[in-house]
């Protein structure tokens, strides 16, 4: 199983997904499959963040029963 990929990580490839789409010289077929991982990571990403987002949320959930007690 490959590991998963953190957020920098993510972030980085589409940066370089887009800069490539910017490209005056791009195909149209490389501006597809270009296009279709972009759309990927952005899923990966948001994936990502909704992760840590809700272990964010648990961990302070967590915090404020222990200072209840």
Same mark, same amino acid.
């Given at each position: 199983?490959?590991? =998963? =990929? !953190?957020?920098?990580?993510?972030?980085?490839?589409? !940066?370089?997904?887009?800069?490539?789409?910017?490209?005056? !010289?791009?195909?149209?077929? !490389?501006?597809?499959? &270009?296009? $279709? %991982?972009? /759309? =990927? &990571?952005?899923? @990966?990403? @948001?994936?990502?963040? #909704?992760?840590?987002?809700?272990? &964010? $949320? %648990?961990?302070? /959930?967590?915090?404020? #029963? @222990?200072?209840?007690?």
């Amino acid at each position: 199983m490959p590991k =998963k =990929k !953190d957020y920098q990580t993510l972030s980085a490839e589409l !940066d370089e997904v887009l800069a490539t789409l910017q490209q005056p !010289d791009v195909q149209v077929a !490389d501006a597809i499959v &270009l296009y $279709e %991982r972009g /759309l =990927k &990571l952005v899923a @990966e990403i @948001e994936t990502y963040v #909704s992760e840590a987002e809700n272990k &964010l $949320e %648990r961990l302070h /959930l967590q915090a404020g #029963s @222990e200072e209840s007690n």
